[in-house]
């Protein structure tokens, strides 16, 4: 399979983890969102929202939205619950994370990352949002080591992307102790492989 992504993306490091984890042979094709390169002809004949990450398997399926392609690839294994009600609370993580994490968290590290701009014109809604969602992951992760049941999981993968480069920002993550540990497990699995 080929995996469209920009590895400054934490929507596409979701991706190349969840199948780096999985040992899923790929190709990585980069594709670098500030240069538009997901908006010319041929990448938007193949995904026409213009985003990445992307996976095109050989047979011609496509299939876009990280959190969709992490569910994906992690059929079966132990990255996805076997228990019904487990998959959905990591559901239940990986929508959350798309709605009340990323735009927030993500969009204020880009802006201070590849724009350029200072923690003082970061949008104020925008960093009041991201606080509370740092603060809900630190409470959620106070009495656990991990996001779904006692074992690590896709609603690891996909929270990790972006909770562990907050800093980048703008936002402390020294304030959130129960976070700074999960980060530290996430890592250590990351690097176990």
Known sequence: MRIYGDTVSGNCMKVKRAADLLSLPYEWVNVDIVKGESKTPEFLAMSAAGQVPVVEWPDGRVLSQS???????????????DDAFARAKADEWLFWEQYSHEPYIAVCRFHMLYQGKSENERESWRVARGE????????????????????????DIALHAYTHVADEGGFDLEARPSVLDWIARCNDRFAAG
């Open 67 to 81: 959190n969709a392609i992490i569910r994906y690839l992690a059929e079966g294994s132990s990255l996805l619950p």
């Open 132 to 155: 509370v969602a740092l603060d809900h992951l630190d409470r959620a992760l106070s009495d656990r080591s991990w996001l779904v049941g006692e074992a690590f999981s896709i609603a």
